[in-house]
């Protein structure tokens, strides 16, 4: 069974940063790639970053403002967060592109639980 927990949501002031963890844990044959989403209130999901091998992606909204790294060794992907602002408030979600062990390099999709992010004076 694979897991994706993420860690590192709070509250913060306009202006502030925060870094969002996420770490895959189970029986992982290899994962292919990591993204950030994120989920505001009445609006739908959306992708913030992808990283996938050396090539990172990002929203037009958060570019220059965020970045996405992997530690390949602890199966585990960030999200750095600069200049917030009140329209980064939204739930943020882990999304992994894994091949769990044993399951004959079919790829799944899975989902981190999310956590809170609130950008508020």
């Known amino acids: 069974q694979v897991q994706l927990v993420e860690s590192g949501g709070g509250l913060v002031q306009p202006g502030g940063s925060l870094r969002l963890s996420c770490a895959a844990s189970?029986?992982?044959?290899?994962?292919?790639?990591m993204a950030w989403y994120r989920q505001a209130p009445g609006k739908q999901r959306e992708l913030v970053a992808f990283?996938?091998?050396?090539?990172?992606n990002y929203a037009t909204s958060v570019k220059g403002r965020f970045t996405i790294s992997r530690d390949n060794a602890k199966n585990t992907v960030y999200l750095q967060m600069e200049s917030l602002t009140p329209e980064d408030t939204a739930v943020y979600y882990c999304?992994?592109?894994?091949?769990?062990?044993?399951?004959?390099?079919?790829?799944?999709?899975?989902w981190g639980q999310g956590t809170q992010v609130t950008v508020s004076s």
């Open positions: 999304y992994g592109d894994i091949i769990p062990d044993g399951s004959r390099w079919r790829r799944f999709d899975y």
């Open positions: 189970g029986s992982i044959f290899s994962i292919n790639a």
């Open positions: 990283i996938s091998g050396g090539s990172t």
